[in-house]
Nanobody, 113 residues
Framework: QVHLVESGGGLVQAGGSLRLSCAAS?????MNWYRQAPGNKRELVAS???????RYADFVKGRFTISRDNAKKTVYLQMNSLEPEDTAIYYC??????????WGQGTPVTVSS
């Protein structure tokens, strides 16, 4: 069974930075960060392949950076120039064997104005 555990969320002021981490316990290939704010649907923030190819949602491009350490089976999300609109629960997602998706428990990020 695959487990994903996020960490690094917290409270920051607008313009600040935060780095999220997600550690996987099993075999994971492509990994993603999603977020969900109250009243909104869960939305894709960034993705990274096993080879390190990245993609970003338009609303975070230029501010957020996704990276991974395959030896540690950990994915990171460096968030800079945070805005109040970035406030949400951030979820780590990964594709495992047999095409199965796995999700972390989520870590809250609150950006004050």
């Amino acid at each position: 069974q695959v487990h994903l555990v996020e960490s690094g969320g917290g409270l920051v002021q607008a313009g600040g930075s935060l780095r999220l981490s997600c550690a996987a316990s099993g075999s994971i290939y492509a990994m993603n960060w999603y977020r969900q704010a109250p009243g909104n649907k869960r939305e894709l923030v960034a993705s990274i392949t096993t080879g390190g190819t990245t993609r970003y949602a338009d609303f975070v491009k230029g501010r957020f950076t996704i990276s991974r350490d395959n030896a540690k089976k950990t994915v990171y999300l460096q968030m800079n120039s945070l805005e109040p609109e970035d406030t949400a629960i951030y979820y780590c997602n990964g594709k495992g064997d047999w095409g199965v998706d796995y999700w972390g428990q989520g870590t809250p990020v609150t950006v004050s104005s």
